[in-house]
């Protein structure tokens, strides 16, 4: 943190607007932002709030349809009113850009190690061979195990996390004063993240830059930033000091934002506080409080606009009711935590059961010959009636392939399943429609789970008729979407909707109705909140419980938002290469012993509370990606493994004691021992982490 | 405008367009014959009002027909994929790396030339050209969450391809169409002119060219008038196409 009153770099009254079909849209309204040497600013806020026009106006740059006014201050200049080649010195120099998607923006036919000289040449007039030094240097300085070998490698021989790190590498290699990332690590695994985020920490502490960290994650900036500002529509609704806000939010939007977030301690018998509304659009923003359609505290004077007030400590709020708020007058605490009803819990009998479940994909080289990747090995699973079965892992786990075989997507290589005791078909071609009506699913991407051509209500009908196996008239199929419709609290007249015309969280509940149209009793959820804002999120996560308790179905829930899924399942299974690793209720997993990569995973996890430090279990990157043929899939990356056992023999399947079993050579009483000591314990169980990537 | 004179030609045209006009050859246009006459003495102006028809006519049969086999045929390969789609667009990569009008030649040769020999020969040319196009863009398609949502309904494979599929790729279609148009009215037109078109007395734009050119020098007008028909069709085509797919928004490889 920084102790100096200096600011690097502030944004004074900085508008932004776009002209789109001839008009101007705004984007960032009248924001003040200032970043002193050595700190690092979290920029949050939903999509669409112009958290990265606001970044990318700040080191002003801004597309072609772009208007900027107000001003920036950096260097006792105002970098608006800079000519473009005195900004191009500045770019790259002074300050530099990690960028979302590391891959798109490294030049994918050069070195990594040239390109990053080059910017080493452009801007400090090295000579080829000092760049190059510094490129490997750089790259060792990012954590690359073999810096040389790195530099020689082409961009997409990179994993995403090295790719990430090679442009974090390019961007401060030139020693800038400020860094602007981008929502650098949206697109990683959650424990190459925990790496990322690390080293920004690390590299900002060596070289007292100031950093611009944009992001929708506030675990992250819990753990990361020093101090944050939160975005809403374009303006801003509140800044100041992490620590200070997190403690005490007087933002209503902030106040509840920090309430939503799923955390494993909320159980599963609970509903979570939720932002009704969604955020405008730039199109249609209330002349007043940009918030005020969404606060629960709305009152006539938020009508107008509040003004921004600075309070102790740097503080910046924009709210005409915070002095009630900070007096603890108006009291925002989300309402009380419901409990669900009582016919949610589960009961006896299992909804699905997997034997065995295997599927080998054949990867294709035009040179090489064909290499066989084992996606799922022999997965057994079992989802217990009117219950929830997370099943968690990083991409490529192979927890997707899982799920898409049991909703009959894929076909099973070999294995068996069943669905209430019958078994069940394999590929959704073989299944009778009363299987169908009974087995359905919620995809990942709302934007295409829809199709654009048809009407919600068209959508629907289709799936109600085709899932009926009675003859349905064409009114008692409206009745049926009306009911839908309400059923997942969406209003009547949606039905003649577009799904051009609805939200990301709108479609996700058009596509809840329609796995609901029948009468499911599983219902397969691929990530369906992980597209989703943070707002957002946890209502369709609560949605989702609602529906469990209504209709009685049980979930497989494919997340990797291990809090998520400790919000939303009872019984977890982790998986990693295709594998099992571990499986057992939420409270058995989330504790010791567990398996060491569930251990890493939960590790990784960034808390949303500034006060708690966990400490991370760093993994190898994965670099290549080949398969493990013998012994245990995670001994490359393991930090606990224990020797050639390892390498060579597969782990047993251990009973770690009340169906929590956990497939590794450390014995269970040993991994408690391990786990429980520090210093790489976990904090209890509070683990949460807000997550839409 | 071209639709109007290919539908309306033969009816507004001054002479048919085997009428020879006594004493009326080789003559320089003039308001009476505003291309002029040819060296039999038949109308120009007529002729190419009359060649309008084919012109038109053709290409958009065989157009039509290539379009609605080629999104038969690229739907269904690229919703089924595996070794149908293999089989099949290798099969069409074949045929499309022998080049059109070589193929066309071989093909009229050996079934004659007639009006049902062309139709055939472009179809049989485009119909892959547009699987292709229709195919790729099913590849984006196939696993988006409402195809695979439509497959979880249990419905069936020509449901889910011309009901789910097809309005997806409508844009990408409609412009492909409209691009096949302008190159079979080129292919048609090349192929008359070198005499397995349409067969003599019917006029066509291309053999006009081929007959006008031995006269270049005494009736220039003969052979520009069909040429720069020719042209300005397939200009006015062209930019039909692209107004098209600027409409649908629709950003294809140009074929």
Known sequence: MSASNEILIAAERLTIDYRADGRWLNAVCETDLQIAPGEIHGLVGESGSGKSTLALGMMRYLAANARASGRVSFDGSDLLTKPDDAMQRIWGKQIALVPQDALASLNPSQRIGDQIAEVARLHDGLSASEANTLAVEMLRRVRFSEPEDAARRYPHQLSGGMQQRASIAMALIARPRLLILDEPTTSLDVTTEAAIIDLIRDLIRDTQAAALFVTHNLGIVAQLCDRMTVLYAGEIMASGAVADLFARPLHPYTIQLLASLPRPTHGTETRLPTIEGVAPSPTNRPTGCVFAPRCPAAIAICGTKPPVEALDGGRLIKCHRWREIAAGTLTLEAPPIQPIRANDAPTAGYTLTTRDLRKTFARRGMFQRRARLVAVDDVSLQVRARSTLGLVGESGSGKTTAARLIAGLEMADAGTMELLDVPLANGARARPVETLQRLQMIFQNPNDSLNPYRSVGATLQRAIYRLSTAKLSSAEINARVMMLLESVRLPANYADRYPSELSGGEKQRVAIARAFAADPALVVADEPTSALDASVQSAVLNLLKDLRAERGVSYLFISHDLNAVAYLADWIAVMYRGEIVEEGDVEQVYNPPSHPYTEALLSAIPNPDPTIKTHRILLNDDANGAQVITGCPFHPRCPRKIGAICEHEAPPYRDAGAGHFIRCHIPVDELTVLQTSAPTMRTGQALPRPETP | ?255
Do not use: C, H
């Not at chain 2, 003559?27 to 040819?38: A, K, M, R």
């Not at chain 2, 009229?108 to 485009?126: D, H, K, N, P, R």
């Open chain 2, 1 to 255: 405008m071209f639709v109007l004179i290919a539908i309306f030609g033969s009816t507004i045209a001054p002479y048919r367009y085997d009428a020879l006009i006594r004493g009326a050859a080789r003559l320089p246009p003039s308001v009476e014959y505003p291309f002029g006459t040819d060296r039999l003495g038949r109308d120009v102006y007529s002729r190419i009002l009359w060649g309008a028809r084919d012109i038109v006519g053709l290409p958009a049969l065989t157009t039509a027909l290539a379009v609605t086999f080629g999104a038969a045929i690229g739907l269904y390969i690229g919703y089924r994929g595996g070794w149908v789609d293999e089989v099949v667009s290798r099969i069409m990569d074949s045929l499309l790396a022998i080049p059109a009008l070589i193929l066309a030649l071989v093909m009229l040769g050996t079934l004659g030339a007639s009006q049902t020999g062309i139709v055939i020969v472009i179809v049989v040319l485009y119909t892959p050209i547009v699987a292709r196009v229709v195919r790729s863009a099913v590849l984006s398609l196939r696993s988006t969450g409402y195809i695979e949502a439509a497959k979880l309904r249990g419905e069936s494979t020509p449901y889910i391809l011309f009901r789910e599929l097809l309005p997806g790729v409508l844009p990408a279609l409609i412009v492909e169409g409209a691009l096949r148009f302008s190159y079979a009215i080129f292919l048609t037109a090349s192929l008359g002119f070198l005499g397995l078109g349409v067969q003599p007395p019917s006029p066509d734009w291309g053999r006009m060219v081929n007959e006008a050119r031995d006269s270049y020098a005494q009736t220039p007008w003969a052979l520009w008038a069909p040429a720069a028909s020719i042209a300005l069709l397939i200009i006015g085509v062209n930019l039909l196409s692209d107004g098209l797919r600027r409409t649908l928004r629709y950003e294809g490889t140009l074929g």
